[in-house]
């Protein structure tokens, strides 16, 4: 009995996907629940797993097809999966040695090999330092590799290397994540009143204080690492309790005032920027955003964020710092109406109470849509956070 092998079904945020690679081709057999193939979203890569054990009979979809929701992309044989290879089925499940002694997945193994990638120069960032598939295709070669390598595979559709002399141009296809953010981020521009305001906060106090009982933190809450990030969340949160325009979205010609903050943080990918969020902010702890964060990031850096991860948020929070920057104008991240960029922290010469000192000082820069939101409450709502970040004790005692 023939058994139809569907895309999964996407969120609303999701219109539509590409079939990335398939992992199994027509006469393979397959167990239940193994992996068939990969469809990738402009937000995450869904892997899609066989229905029930059998012989692939038929694939209607090619690599590079755009597949809609539930859209039927081949066929399952149920049952006619010969006796002889049955015992190495199973195998695909164990991960398999590289060249060096790393351990390979093998849809990853497959998946090198289709692009003539060596796997022992791939550094594995799965459970126990295995190669995952995700770790094949964000390899990047050396700078020396494409003069060796480039004869060894003729250029195909997806990648195309152009050669003369010593100029190398190498042309590859946007994956759907990076063509999506290209999309959203151009659309924000024409469609937005978008107006940046900055201001400038003395981290003397928040990094006396984390100095003061990081240890002690770490060791009350099972190695959560007391970091900035819980802190300015804890700030936003507050001053979007003052000013619920900021926390506010347009939609049609109504203004939507929502009555939680759920924070998201930008968190920067081999594959594109996401932004996973943090669902009910004003009801979480310090630490219990630390924890939020870092999880968020491990799922990142292996590809393991959901769709449902990423979807929503009210106001999202970008740090920008922590690759040097020093202000930046971060763009708006729709349907929401503001987002807070971070910078790095510098020691500048202040003038404090008629005395110059040094103090390390971080940029901040609120971006804003001023359909929705004045000037006078963007200032004041960034006042705030620089006023709580200052003065610590506030965030605690919430004034």
């Known amino acids: 009995m023939a058994i139809e092998i569907k895309a999964p079904t996407y969120p609303e945020s999701v219109q539509e996907g590409s079939l990335a690679t398939w992992h199994k081709q027509v006469g393979d057999s397959v167990n239940r629940d193994e992996l068939i193939v990969d469809i990738e979203t402009d937000k995450v890569v869904l892997e899609v797993v066989a229905p029930a054990s059998g012989t692939i009979s038929e694939i209607l979809k090619a690599e590079g097809d755009t597949i809609l929701s539930n859209e039927v992309i081949a066929r399952i044989e149920e049952g006619a999966v010969a006796a002889a290879p049955a015992a190495p089925a199973a195998e695909p499940e164990t991960p398999e040695p590289t060249a060096n002694g790393g351990l390979i997945n093998p849809a990853a193994k497959k998946l090198a090999e289709e692009r003539g990638i060596d796997a022992s120069l791939i550094t594995g960032t799965g459970k126990g330092g295995r190669i995952t598939k995700e770790d094949v295709v964000n390899y990047t070669p050396p700078a020396a590799a494409p003069a060796v390598s480039a004869p060894a595979a003729a250029p195909t559709a997806a990648q195309v290397e152009l050669e003369t002399g010593d100029r190398v141009e190498r ?14 981020l151009l659309e924000v521009t ?18 006396d204080l984390r100095k003061q009982y990081k240890e002690e933190f770490t060791k009350m809450h099972n190695g959560t690492r007391l970091g900035f990030m819980g802190f300015f969340v804890k700030a936003a949160v507050e001053a979007l309790k003052r000013y619920p325009s900021v926390n506010a979205s347009i939609d049609g010609s109504d203004i939507v005032y929502h009555g939680f903050q759920d924070v998201g943080v930008a968190v920067s990918t081999d594959r594109g920027l996401v932004v996973p969020v943090l669902r009910n902010a004003e009801n979480m702890s310090i630490a219990n955003i630390e924890n939020g964060i870092y999880d968020y990031a491990m799922k990142a850096r292996d590809g393991k964020l959901s769709i449902d991860e990423m979807t929503g948020g009210t106001f999202t929070i970008t740090n920008g710092g922590v690759y040097g920057s020093l202000i930046s104008t971060p763009i708006i991240n729709p349907p929401q109406s503001a987002i807070l960029g971070m910078h790095k922290i510098q020691e500048r010469p202040m003038a404090v109470n008629g005395q110059v000192v040094v103090r390390p000082m971080m940029y901040l820069a609120l971006s804003y849509d001023h ?29």
Do not use: H
């Open 171 to 184: 042309r590859v296809p946007m994956t759907r994540m990076r063509s999506r953010i290209a999309e959203r």
């Open 190 to 207: 024409q469609t937005t009143a978008s107006l940046t305001t900055f201001n400038e906060v003395d981290m003397t106090a928040l990094m």
């Open 371 to 399: 359909r929705i939101i004045d000037g006078k409450g963007a200032v004041q709502f960034l006042v705030t956070i620089k006023e709580l970040l200052e003065d610590p004790a506030k965030i605690l005692l919430e004034i």
